[in-house]
């Protein structure tokens, strides 16, 4: 299917079928229930799961396929925020121009920061990288952000917005003054009432699905094509290439512009939901971010940074809600004494502290399972495929026995 190997088909189709019914699977304990503070099914948080998907599927394809490990990709997704938000304040609130521009934009940026960061490779490419990327965040904050200057492309800290006065010329009159895709507001929602669940459809997280499926087929064929054996290579053994007279450097370049345009996208889908762009999503940390995700995902697979995006994030936005109030309804049926000794316990690895409990769970994975969750899966496959064969095996041999 789609040029897809039968394996490659499945994979696909699995994402496929995780990006639509996300919706059921991302709210399995009742509404209004102790546990509903687990549910993850409200549109802004399933939308930043696919958006850092996008994020994280485009940096495995460098970091993943080449081995270069790039500490300033937040730096396209700072650029890819700004220019669907320019967009937004020339054109209008459709969200295509805004995507498109982007796209394009963070790739031409790409080109400039990878043509002199390939120069060097191992962590002098890394350091370059991250030294670009604090220089873009440094600009958007103050140089390039100056209000009283004529020249203000980012508005400083207060961020890049659309105003009342802002040119627009597409928009016409009736059209929603939020991000759109011809009318249908990303924000806009239909609600699906089953017994005590309440499951929500929105318009701006199934877009951003529908791309980071496209995405993710993209990045399939990337890995399967020559040139994704090429970049593996490189990876494996690049002095060697030189050797034989091979010139990788515009292999490795086109790696670093793709991955950039990844995260162009991933920040022009941000900006759609919600028209605000900002100088701390050029941050460092967000950077070491999506580093997190892939290797806690697993570098090199398909579906890996995916689900680590997905695991980053369900940790950042549900696990640091659980506060004070909410620890003692749930251990309030103890005696008072044992009840606030269990808050103050559990209170340091949730809430603030949530960064303790997802530091610790990075270590056991990055300990235990190298290859990320995605090993993690593989060994349970085995681990039941063994079983399911041993007992098929047992009951062979049973059958088989003479009767005495």
Known sequence: MF???????????????????????????????????????????????????????????????????????????????????????????????????????????????GYISLRRSGIYFSILTLAFAQMSYNLAYSVLGNPSSNFNLTNGETGLQVYTSDPQLLQTAGAPDLPNLFGVTMRSSVQLDIGPWLFTFNAGYYLCAVIMLISFYVSVRIFRSPFGMMLRAVKSNQQRMHYTGLNTRPYTLAAFVISGMYAGLAGGLLSTMDPLAGAERMQWTASGEVVLMTILGGAGTLIGPVLGAGFIKYFENIFSKINEGVLHGWFGFLPDGMENAAVWVVEHFVGPGWHLTLGLLFMLVVTFLPGGLVEGGQRLLRLFSNRRERNKAAKSATQSKPAE
């Open 3 to 113: 040029g897809l190997d039968t394996k490659d088909t499945r994979l696909l189709l699995i994402v496929a079928a995780l990006a639509l019914l996300a919706p059921f699977l991302l709210n399995p304990f009742p509404d209004g229930s102790a546990m509903a503070q687990f549910n993850a099914g409200y549109p802004d948080l399933m939308q930043r799961f696919v958006i850092f998907g996008i994020f994280a599927i485009g940096f495995n394809i460098l970091f993943g396929l080449t081995g270069y490990l790039s500490f300033g990709h937040a730096a396209f997704l700072g650029v890819g925020s700004y220019s669907a938000v320019w967009m937004f304040k020339l054109l209008g609130y459709n969200v295509l121009p805004g995507i498109v521009l982007s796209v394009i934009v963070s790739g031409l940026f790409a080109v400039v920061i």
